[in-house]
């Protein structure tokens, strides 16, 4: 080569390229209009930069290693990205990546999701591997004034971008509720540095929070309108067990739906038009899915925006049902066949109070009662009910189903359902793994009755998270008889099922718009149980004066006539885009529970709270 940097060259144009590609058509991100496609374009050369300065600096006599490593590195970030993000439609953070030590229940699903033309992002890394063993070219370092010239640069660069993505999005890095948008804005290299300064911040916000902290976000919490307590419906399960179900991955668009001219969930189906059945219902879930739907409804709080708060935060204090339920007497225990460690429930069940966590230890699983992910789901409530029946009572019981789980898989002679026809697998194999929840769901309520607690206990059943991501936009507009799927239409897929059964109590179909977090006050309310204290974010959902009003992690919402989501507001009537000024006022409304949820987490803020210390 002539030019003795042309190496260096090639392989920052191969990184930038590589990087652009694979963030603009690999992901999904909400890219509009030249401004946005100009950030793509731009902010790889930042982190382009970047990589040159500190191989420059740091690697000044081995520049041809440090720009090969630098090429793999930037692959293998994008690479578990990419993988993360098939499943989740999210992008890794710090906190997820500490949870590492659940990899070996995850690998199933981590190899279905690998596709062959991952190692194309590999091929600068090969491609620069090859020629710089093929040519051995010998890199100078720059002078002085070139690296202050790139330093500058980078500076320039850094600050356009931020220019753009500010004037896209205000408050970009203050109100980073949405990680698709912060990494169309900023990159992934510059989102992977954020998150780890965020993340460092996060540590410290614990030890710095004081009791004036606590304060504030009590006064919160009295700003709040009070339920208008509904005296038809409070106490309606007084004295009843509760069993809490929750449904792996279940969403509400398989209710009521037929394939091929079969129900998928004909149980359900019965079920919902014997009890409270809530069409607008839905889940909040950020990184810890499973885990963040057990947090919403155990202590009305909303999740972290990352990671999983049953990992990050399981020594705090906290206002939880279980809590409250024991306190009237109530045993409060939790089912579920995997191990304490997962998801760190061993742990954070102890802080949500819960008397008796039986886990997958408890159960007897041999390789016939094995599907997917563990103990099929079928002789998991069997054995639970079996279990259940020696409780003291009144108890509550919380089951955590597994079947349904990606990468869904079901052996034939599970299989009620064949396997739907569309171009995604994940898609095609759900439908048949729902239809066996379905069914073990009615054995459940089966063994229920041979125990004799049917008549003596309440049921609620709920979605905890969707099964399918918008990463099977074209093959869910095929089965729900759409020409696409627009943000409206995902918000609306978010909805889960939420059914109230109470033996010998009518129900009736409620259009409530609510979600996971106001489990927690409805459930006091059909017990009796009127709550010592105000601090949790749910509302009854049987209460008179109830605002029609949802929050997601990442800064949406719903309401009873509008959807906003990816900085656009809806009519939920039509699905329609409508002026951005009528979702304004519910806006502030939903960053404030955010954030003021999130200052009780980080903070700890609960244990300046004199009365939670005098239980203690």
């Not at 906190?95 to 033309?117: A, F």
């Amino acid at each position: 080569m002539s030019n003795r940097n042309a190496f260096l060259y090639v392989g920052l144009f191969a990184i930038w390229l590589k990087s652009y590609v694979v963030q603009r058509f690999a992901f999904s991100l909400p890219v509009s209009g030249w401004k946005q496609e100009l950030m793509m374009l731009v902010h790889p050369i930042a982190s382009v930069l970047g990589i040159a300065l500190v191989c420059m600096v740091a690697l000044r006599g081995r520049l041809r290693f440090g720009i090969v490593a630098a090429a793999f590195a930037s692959s293998a970030l994008l690479f578990a990205d990419l993988v993360f993000y098939r499943f989740f439609n999210d992008f890794l953070t710090l906190p997820v990546l500490l949870l590492s030590e659940h990899m070996d229940d995850l690998w199933e699903s981590v190899y279905d999701l690998l596709q062959p033309g991952d190692v194309l992002v590999f091929a600068d890394g090969f491609a620069l591997t090859a020629l710089g063993s093929r040519f051995r070219p010998k890199l100078v370092p720059w002078s002085k004034l070139k690296l202050l010239s790139a330093l500058a640069l980078l500076a320039a660069v850094l600050s356009a971008n931020y220019s753009m993505a500010e004037s896209a999005r205000p408050e970009l890095l203050t109100r980073a509720f949405d990680r698709q948008i912060l990494v169309r804005s900023i990159g992934a290299y510059n989102y992977h540095l954020y998150d780890a300064v965020v993340s460092a911040r996060t540590g410290s916000r614990k030890a710095l929070a004081r009791e004036p902290d606590f304060t504030e976000a009590a006064r919160f919490f009295e700003t709040l309108p009070p339920d208008g307590v509904d005296p038809a419906t409070f106490g309606l399960a007084r004295g009843r067990n509760v069993f809490l179900i929750s449904l792996e991955s279940l969403q509400s668009f398989m209710l009521d739906r037929r394939i091929e001219g079969r129900e998928v969930t004909p149980f359900l189906n019965r079920l919902r038009r014997e009890s409270f059945s809530f069409e607008n219902f839905y889940h909040q879930t950020a990184q810890g899915k499973t885990s963040d739907a057990e947090f919403l409804i155990d202590t009305s709080l909303y999740p972290l925006p990352t990671g999983a708060v049953f990992f990050t935060h399981a020594q705090n204090e906290y206002h939880t049902l279980p809590k409250t339920l024991k306190e009237h007497g109530f045993t409060p225990v939790a089912f579920h066949a995997n191990g304490p460690s997962f998801w760190n429930r061993g742990r954070m069940y102890d802080t949500l109070g819960y008397e008796r966590f039986y886990s997958v230890d408890d159960f007897a699983v041999d390789d016939s009662d094995r599907i997917g992910w563990g103990l099929s789901d079928a002789s998991f409530f069997r054995q639970s009910v079996s279990m259940a029946g020696r409780l003291p009572e009144p108890f509550f019981a919380k089951l955590i189903t597994l079947t349904n789980h990606y990468p869904f898989e079901l052996d034939e002679a599970n299989r009620l359902l064949p396997e739907y026809t569309s171009k995604s697998r994940t898609l095609n194999r759900y439908i048949p793994t729902v239809r066996y929840l379905d069914s073990a769901v009615e054995a459940f309520f089966e063994a229920v009755k041979r125990e004799g607690l049917y008549e003596r206990s309440m049921f609620v059943l709920y979605g905890d998270h969707y099964g399918i991501s918008s990463k099977h936009n074209k093959s869910m507009a095929q089965l729900l008889g759409k020409e696409r799927i627009t943000p409206f239409d995902t918000i609306q897929l978010q909805r889960v099922p939420l059914i109230i059964h109470i033996p010998g109590v009518d129900g009736r179909v409620m259009p409530t718009v609510s979600g996971q977090i106001d489990l927690y006050p409805t459930l006091l309310h059909l017990l009796g149980i009127v709550p010592s204290d105000r601090f949790y974010f749910g509302r009854d959902l049987f209460a008179r004066s109830r605002p029609e009003f949802v929050v997601f992690r990442d800064g949406s919402f719903a309401t009873d006539k509008l959807v906003y989501t990816k900085n656009a507001c809806y009519d939920k009537s039509t699905g329609e885009a409508v002026d951005a000024a009528a979702c304004e006022p519910f806006k502030r409304m939903a960053i404030d529970r955010l954030t003021t949820s999130d200052a009780i987490v980080y903070g700890d803020l609960f244990r300046f709270d004199a009365a939670t210390a005098k239980k203690l």
